[in-house]
């Protein structure tokens, strides 16, 4: 175990604890070994180096009911300070259960640096963020409704907390343990990457906490509504993926600025054409020159004065649930597999179904509901799904680099849905 250690440099946890979290023998023998350690050891270093494994150990495995029962009572009549917070970690862990990798390294940092407490940044779609504890035995569920009722939400129905690490974000399903996803997703990374390059790039990743699921959205929720729900629609309508007039979109840019700047008018009198993409539709800026843009924006812009710049993005969203996608996950993607559709689609993925969409007129094609998707499945570069029966099925496969997320989002639909259906 490492008796004679030269100083308290870095432990390579992985080799210790991967294959005794697998192995039930094993478990015991590492917790056998770290008790003996830590029994009448005169090498300061030492037992410090054994209360470092003992808390990680404590925090992702137990041992047998037998063995436990005996570092349960080693660890009560201990005088060291770490003796009370590993018995902790063993109640905390006995109630989530068991987890299925190594220590993470920020674990591995926080106990060598003695901090045990460990807070992880939060972003939210407003670009704001705030700090949350996350300990070895927290699962995705616990953070979520943490988050939820700080921030003094209505619900947490339908958030996620997102891993995103180089281009991608991914989910954390709601019963994994953070850093179990973190070390998974990391070590993925690590694997499928063509290039290799510099191990602390790769590992550089930020948690996200946004709306996932578009459910239950007629319940008031001010706070929802500020944080996640105007600053996760408005990208999607500048994205050009609602079907929306040059009136209606006049009137949305409108708002935006006054929800963006309120009574401020300066952008109106300079370097406005560079303010434009950030107020209209992509597919629609061609229709006017910027400065004729600017006129109709700024007469709908005056006649809402008093109106606060909260309550120009509450009518912002007011106006876009109307909207018969409203709700919705919007994927770009090339096809080829059907002669009867363009080789460019716009797929809308929501709480009602799978729906294509033409992206030059915004209109549905062909919309699915969940009972109607045959099988789908996904890689890095496609997404292939079949729809109906085997007698009538059709399929289409996408070229897109976001199959996963498509993946993802069908099979978390249905999931709340035979969740909602049995309660």
């Given amino acids: ?156 129905d339908g958030f996620s907390l997102f891993v995103k690490i180089l281009d991608k974000a991914f989910s954390v399903p709601e019963e994994y343990f953070i850093f179990d996803f973190i070390y998974e997703l990391v070590e993925w990374t690590k694997a499928t990457l063509t290039r290799s390059g510099d191990s602390q790039i790769l590992c550089q990743y930020q948690l996200f906490f946004m709306k996932k699921l578009w459910i239950n959205m007629n319940q008031i929720d001010p706070v929802a509504d500020q944080i996640f729900y105007f600053p996760q629609e408005v990208p999607k309508f500048l994205n050009g993926y609602y079907k929306v ?82 709700g919705s996950t919007f994927f770009v993607v090339k096809q080829s597999t059907d002669a009867n559709l363009a080789n460019t689609l716009l797929i809308a993925i929501n709480r009602r179904g799978f729906h294509i969409i033409d992206p030059r007129t915004k209109d549905i094609i062909q919309s699915y509901n969940f009972s109607e998707l045959n099988y789908w499945s996904s890689g890095n570069t496609y997404f292939h799904i079949r729809f109906g029966n085997m007698m009538g099925a059709s399929k289409l496969l996408c070229e897109t680099s976001q199959g996963y997320k498509m993946d993802d989002l069908l099979s978390s639909y249905i999931k709340y849905l035979k969740s909602a259906s049995t309660h």
């Fill in 245 to 326: 007039s040059k009136n209606e979109a006049t009137k949305i840019a409108a708002l935006i600025y006054r929800g963006y700047y309120g009574e401020d008018a300066t952008g109106f009198q300079h370097g406005f054409a560079d303010l434009l993409p950030q107020l209209v539709p992509e597919d629609l800026i061609g229709l006017h020159k910027p400065d004729d843009w600017k006129k109709m924006i700024l007469n709908v812009y005056n006649g809402h004065k008093g109106l606060d710049e909260p309550t120009a993005r509450d009518e912002v969203l007011r106006i876009i649930k109307q909207f018969p996608t409203f």
């Fill in 1 to 156: 175990m490492g008796d004679l250690p030269k100083g308290r440099g870095p432990i390579d946890t992985d080799t210790i604890f991967a294959p005794a979290i697998k192995d039930e023998n094993l478990r015991d023998e590492v917790f056998c070994q770290i008790m003996r350690q830590l029994t009448d050891n005169r090498i300061q270093i030492s037992e410090e180096r054994g209360w470092d494994l003992m808390w990680l150990a404590t925090g992702v495995m137990l041992p047998s009911p037998l063995v436990l029962k005996e570092l349960t009572e080693f660890l009560r009549t201990r005088s060291h300070p770490l003796s009370s917070e590993c018995l902790t970690r063993i109640q905390k862990i006995t109630k989530s259960g068991p987890r299925q990798y190594p220590p993470y390294i920020i674990e591995v940092e926080a106990i060598r640096c003695r901090s045990m407490q460990i807070f992880h940044k939060v972003y939210f779609p407003d670009d704001t963020d705030e700090a949350f504890e996350i300990e070895s035995s927290t699962k995705a569920k616990d953070v979520c409704q943490t988050i939820a009722k700080r921030l003094d939400m209505q619900s947490n």
